[in-house]
Structures are given as C-alpha cells and as structure tokens.
C-alpha cells in the first residue's frame, strides 16, 4: 500500500538532474573582436521518477498480502517546486505519485462482491497519493499526504487515509554515519489498511544509513510499525472476535542500488536495485491472510523473508 513499503524502503524520493550550461560561440570578420555568447539553461521546476519493482511477498505495514506466483509493482512520481529559499523554510513541494501491484494469482479477485472475478483479475492494487513537503530548519522535511488505495480486480474496499511523515538529514551531522532517521503517523479515514476491525492510526519509525561503494550503494533499512484504536488485530479463536494489537512488526535488510552511469544524463539517471528484507511479525499481522481469518494465501508465522529487484529512471 505505499510504496510505500516498501517498501516503499527510502532510495527515490527528490532525484534533481542539473542540466549543463550551452557555450555559443559566435563567430566574427578576421580583426573584429570576438565576443562568447552563453545561453544559460535554467533548471527545472518539475522533476520525477518512475519504475517498477519485482518482489517475492508482497508487504505493506507488515501485513502479508500475497506470496505467491509473480508480483510486479510499477510506480511514476512528479515533483513541483513551488519555492526554494535561505530563510526558516528551505523548499516546498507538490508531490504526487501513483503505485500499483500486479499479481499473476489474481490475489482475491471479486472478493469485495462475493467472488465472481473482475474484468482487471490481476490487477490487484492501485494507489493515488498527493502531499505538500516543507523542508525547514534545512534539514527537516514534513511531508502531509493524502492517500487512496483502489483494487481495480475489487479484492477491497478503497481505502483512504492522512499520512505526516518527517525525516531528518543527519548527514551533516553525522557524516558517512549517517542514520537518515524518519516517523510517520497515518490515520485511517475510510476502510482498513490494517488488519483489525476499526478505522485506526498507524505508527512508524525507522532509520535507513547507506554506505557508497563506487557505482553501488548499500543502504541498511530498520523500521518498526505500531498501532492503536484497532489498526492491527489478531484473531481470538475463543470469542471469534478480533482483538486489538499494538505491536504490529519490524522489519531490517539491505538494499544494493547500482548507478547506471553509462546511460547518457539526457535520458535521466538510471538506477537497478536488488534488495532483501527480514519481517518479524507481531499478533496483529502473523496470522493476516491464513485459513483461519478466511485468507488463502499464507500459513501463521511471525518470520517472512522477502526478496526484491527494480529497475528505475529519475529526471
């Protein structure tokens, strides 16, 4: 559900190319001073990404949603820099983004209506996000976005939700050890993006320190999500019923992301990614999707290992 997730894991967020100034040389009769005329190209104010990734489980907030056959999670982001400065605020943005997942099992398919299929069976997933990203203090970015997760092959009801996010460059701070730490909180406003029985709020924390190693970057994602007012449950076999969870689970790997220098910058900056990630789930998401919550796509456990590989251009 965001790419979140992904893992949406920290890698494409602002990618800004800066195009190089044309040298004109104008030409003048033998004894004439000759004068250079420079055009100077200004930099865009709209930039962006797009990609798409390939995963072995599909994870979003710790929750399980499919594991089998092939998953494919394409994405495009556009950014307008709506102003740039020296004073308490640095930048402001409008972001905007859509996400989705592609499942070759046609995860759920109709299961909103009762089964019966959809006519878009293995689109599974697609998500609109919109937000305003304030970076101030020059290091500091709060990003409040509004999201709406859709099941084109009707496998849930649309979900809509707030998001607040900040994160903190500790880069000059902390130099090559840096830990890039984040938080976010979203509040559920229509739908279930979690697994218990009300509309909730959802918490994350995490860090994601990188270390350059020529064209390759290795970056060491940690992250925790947490939840109240029934965001995450956990089935009690007992009563029938869902109880509460706040732990929901947390998740480290590392992510190897290699910069593909010798496509010319004219075509943007193109970047290959390969990645893993170790899930240990808490009460409210070990048993999501198994035959005893009506789920037909996992058995209960609180281990998952989740493998990944993209391809992506930001320009």
Sequence with gaps: MTKHSLAKIGILSTAILTIPALCLAGTAAPGKETKAVKESIKESCITGDLGINIVSQYASRGVIFENQSAILQPYADLYFKLYEGTGFFNKISLNLGIWNSFHSRKTDAGAVFGGGGSTTNSWYEFDFTAGVAFTFAKNFTFTPSYYMFLSPNDGFSTFE???????????????????????????????????GKEEGVYYEVGIAPSVPAGPVTFTFPITAGFGSGDFYGSLNTAKGTLDNEAFGYVSAGVTASYAMKFVPECYGAWTATAGYTYYYLGEGTSDFNTAPRGGAVRDENHNEHIFSGGLSVAF
């Design 161 to 195: 939700g707030l998001n607040l996010a900040l994160t903190y460059d500790d880069t000059d701070l902390l130099g090559k050890f840096a830990l890039h730490p984040h938080v976010t909180v979203m509040f559920e406003l229509q739908n279930k993006a979690g697994t």
